[in-house]
C-alpha cells in the first residue's frame, strides 16, 4: 500500500473524493513529476521549496505550462478534512495532453524513533540509476526494489549506486560522508537536490566547515569516519553501517543541524 487509506479523502483536481475511489495506478506508475511533504506542529515543512523544485522538474522535462496556485489550500483543505495531526502529504500532478491534473493524498510515513536518531541506521547498496536525477520523477523500478531490499532485510534506506560503483543518493534521501571533519556528498547534477540536503548545505557555510562535492565509491566505505542521509521523512538521521562497514555515530556532529 502506498497510499494511507486510514483518512477519508483524497484530493483531486481541489476537490475533496472518498478515500475509496482513489486510482490505485497513481502510485503505482512511473514518469510522473511529484512531490512529498511532512506535515508537523500544524505547518508544512518548506512548503515553498517543495513548490518551486516541483516546477523546476517540469522545467528540467520540458513543461513549464504547471499551475500550482490552488495546491496550497488543496492541501490545507485535505489536512482539515481528515484531521491529520503528523503525516506525510505526496502531491502527484499529470497531464493528460494540457489538461492538468492535481492528485493530494496522505502516504505511510515512516518517522525515525528516538533510538535511531542516537543510535544510527544500517543501509544496504542498491545498484540504480535515475534517468533525470534532478528532477523528482517516479521511477516504480527503483523504488519498488528498494522497498523489497528494505523489508526483507530489515535496514532503513538504500544507497543507489551508479555504473561507476560511486554512491549518489539514497532511494528517498540524500547522503552525507564525513572524513578528518571534512563534508563530502555527491555534486547536484549527480542527484536529486533534498530540500533538507539544502538546509544542511546552508548550515555547513555558515559554520564554514569545508564541503567537497564528490560522490564516494564503494570502494572506500571504510575510509569515512561518520555519514548520514537527509531527507523529508528522517531529516538528519546518522548511519551506523552500510552493508558489513560500520560507522561511528557522532550525535554532537550532527547536531548543529538541529
Known amino acids: 500500500m502506498k497510499y494511507r487509506n486510514d483518512v477519508s479523502y483524497f484530493s483531486f483536481n ?7 475511489n482513489f486510482p490505485v495506478d497513481v502510485v503505482r506508475s512511473s514518469g510522473f ?32 505550462n504547471v499551475n500550482t496556485t490552488t495546491i496550497e489550500s488543496s492541501a490545507l483543505k485535505l489536512v482539515e478534512a481528515n484531521d491529520i495531526k503528523i503525516g506525510n502529504l505526496k502531491i502527484v500532478v499529470l497531464f493528460e495532453g494540457e489538461l492538468q491534473k492535481n492528485y493530494l493524498f496522505f ?15 544500517s543501509v544496504n547498496l542498491q545498484f540504480a540509476i535515475r534517468e533525470h536525477p534532478n528532477a523528482k520523477i517516479a521511477n516504480w523500478e527503483i523504488r519498488d526494489k528498494a522497498n523489497r531490499i528494505i523489508d526483507k532485510t530489515d535496514i532503513y534506506e538504500t544507497l543507489l549506486v551508479n555504473e561507476n560503483n560511486v554512491i549518489t543518493e539514497g ?10 571533519g571534512l563534508f563530502y556528498t555527491a555534486p547536484s547534477k549527480c542527484v536529486l537536490a533534498g530540500i533538507t540536503r539544502q538546509k544542511v548545505i546552508e548550515q555547513l557555510k555558515t559554520q564554514e566547515i569545508e564541503l567537497i562535492y564528490k560522490a564516494v565509491s564503494t570502494a572506500d566505505l571504510d575510509k569515512y569516519d561518520h555519514c548520514f542521509i537527509t531527507g523529508t521523512s528522517p531529516d538528519v538521521l546518522p548511519i551506523n553501517r552500510i552493508e558489513s562497514v560500520a560507522y561511528e555515530v557522532n550525535v554532537g556532529l550532527l547536531s548543529m543541524f538541529n
Do not use: A
Not at 14 to 20: F, R
Not at 107 to 121: A, D, K, L, M, T
Not at 171 to 180: E, G, H, I, W
Open 14 to 20: 481541489g476537490k475533496l473524493e472518498p478515500i475509496n
Open 33 to 64: 513529476v511529484y512531490e512529498v511533504i511532512k506535515y508537523i506542529n500544524n505547518d508544512f515543512l518548506y512548503f515553498e521549496e517543495h513548490i518551486n523544485r516541483m516546477l523546476n522538474s517540469f522545467r528540467i522535462i520540458g513543461n513549464s
Open 171 to 180: 532511494s528517498r534521501s540524500n547522503v552525507f560522508f564525513v572524513k578528518d
Open 107 to 121: 502516504i505511510p510515513h515512516r518517522f525515525p524513533n528516538p533510538s535511531q536518531y542516537n543510535n544510527g541506521v
